[in-house]
């Protein structure tokens, strides 16, 4: 699948510099921070009156694309 974009391939490429700069510890956390956030958009998201349970099922199948199979 290729992917869209509107962002000039040398900005880009900037971007890409300016990230791999910084240290792998500097790297992950950012990685950790945009998970927690868009993890915070997906919940706000989901319909009001859920149980935590129901919650967590439907938050794993829209980050992961596949459905919780929990033991038989």
């Keep these: ?3 869209v974009t509107d962002t000039p391939p040398e900005v880009e490429q900037m971007i890409r510099e ?3 700069a910084r240290s792998g510890e500097e ?3 950012m990685g950790a921070l945009m998970f927690d ?3 915070e958009m997906i919940k706000a998201s989901l319909p009001r009156g859920l149980s935590e349970t129901e919650q967590r099922r439907l938050l794993f199948e829209r980050i992961y694309g596949k459905e919780l199979i929990v033991g038989k």
């Design 1 to 3: 699948m290729s992917q």
């Design 27 to 29: 790297r992950f956390i």
């Design 37 to 39: 956030s868009a993890r």
């Design 18 to 20: 300016k990230i791999m």
